[in-house]
């Protein structure tokens, strides 16, 4: 009973390696993993999507209403996003101020509402104590390269808009830069999500010693990346031409979109791949290599190419966005690079592997596993088969049970 029991086993063990294991990937592999990130990443999409399209029909309302109206509109929305003050976006048109003011308040008290009744919701309830901060360094620790990370790459966005203003001709190049960019800001939403998940499914996957399962989740996430980017990009370049009116009635804004198409279609491919790069750079523990890489892709590359390109070549409004998608191409090839080279093996947390190696030297002791058989209602519960099973054949056998 002992030997089948073993042997089963460690053909269900061997199994579950092969079917993590990238070198022997198939579909039924695939498939599995392509669900667990469609489930984690579908509702983060459509949370930041709804968010986001609050701004966005905001913009297309003011739009309508002239180039001022938009120009002045964008750069109160872009340095409320810089400043974190939203009460900067009534500067010009309080009426949408407002509606976003309401329905980002209205978002809050429901998600609280939510977390407070909600079944799902129940085991995160307890008392408060200060035993609940005995972790925040190390969640800090994680937390602010993120923050920074994120934040040098948004920023770098959101100063185009300020330095469109300096340009000739201020209102229709602010106007246009806006409609360009809030467009890639709601699609990003897309790879966001995407790298959300795969950021959460790397980290959980490396947290339980599974080094083969988290490269499986890099393939599925860029397979997805790729895909997504190919049909958006390919939507937006075929809709060029009318894609501007739903901004601006203006035929002067519409005609400088349709001129701008081509390159924002670019910048979707490169925000979808650089999205889940980044997602499973936070997953691996990357942040501050991540922070460092947007520094010098936007700030010592990026905005330095865009301010020559549209200041002294005069290239304007195109000169600067083909300067921060420099920026965006450097950053994906970086992170590309650093990705391609990560040995996931040596990536497996070092209290985990500290963990193997104890459970390790206990399983080569036999009065300990004779102890535990006794414990465990004589061996006859499965769990103390599973228990041996797991810390390897060899002490099972060296055992002598």
Not at 219 to 237: G, H, K
Not at 297 to 319: H, M, Q, T
Not at 358 to 375: D, P
Request: glycine letters at 8%; a neutral charge; one cysteine or more.
């Amino acid at each position: 009973m002992e030997e089948s029991l073993l042997a089963k086993g460690i053909q269900e063990d061997d199994k579950r390696k092969s079917e993590t294991n990238p070198s022997s990937l198939t579909w039924a592999t695939f498939t599995e993993e392509l669900k667990r990130l469609g489930s984690l990443a579908g509702p983060m999409v459509a949370v930041a999507l709804s968010q986001y399209m609050l701004l966005i029909i905001s913009m297309m309302m003011v739009g309508h209403l002239g180039e001022l109206a938009l120009s002045s509109t964008a750069i109160a929305i872009f340095l409320s996003g810089v400043t974190g003050f939203s009460l900067l976006s009534g500067l010009k048109n309080l009426g949408a101020a407002l509606a976003i003011c309401i329905s980002y308040w209205l978002n809050v008290i429901l998600l609280g509402l939510y977390m407070k009744y909600s079944p799902a919701c129940t085991k995160t309830h307890v008392p408060l104590s200060m035993d609940q901060f005995q972790g925040i360094g190390e969640c800090f620790r994680f937390a602010i390269p993120s923050a920074i990370m994120i934040c040098l790459e948004w920023w770098s966005f959101e100063l185009l808009i300020l330095l469109s203003g300096l340009l000739p001709n201020p209102k229709l190049e602010t106007s246009v830069l806006s409609v360009c960019l809030n467009t890639i800001s709601a699609i990003y939403t897309i790879p966001m999500g995407y790298g959300c998940a795969a950021s959460t499914r790397v980290s959980n996957e490396l947290g339980a010693g599974n080094p083969q399962a988290a490269r499986v989740v890099v393939f599925v996430v860029l397979f997805l990346a790729i895909i997504e980017t190919s049909i958006v990009s390919t939507i937006l370049l075929a809709s060029r031409q009318v894609f501007g009116y739903t901004f601006s009635n203006e035929k002067e804004v519409v005609d400088y979109v349709t001129t701008m198409a081509p390159l924002f279609s670019l910048s979707v491919i490169l925000d979808s791949l650089q999205g889940v790069l980044a997602g499973i750079a936070r997953g691996s523990g990357w942040q501050h290599i991540g922070a460092y890489v947007n520094l010098g892709a936007f700030y010592l590359c990026g905005i330095p190419v865009a301010v020559i390109l549209s200041f002294l070549a005069k290239l304007r409004g195109r000169g600067l966005w083909i300067g921060i998608q420099t920026g965006s191409f450097v950053q994906t090839v970086v992170l590309s690079i650093i990705t391609s080279c990560t040995d996931w093996e040596k990536q497996v947390y070092p209290p985990l592997l500290s963990l193997d190696a104890f459970v390790l030297s206990l399983a080569q002791n036999s009065f300990l596993l004779c102890f535990i058989a006794k414990t465990l209602e004589g061996g006859k519960d499965p769990k103390y088969w599973n228990f041996l099973i797991s810390i390897g054949p060899e002490c099972l056998l060296n055992s002598h049970i």
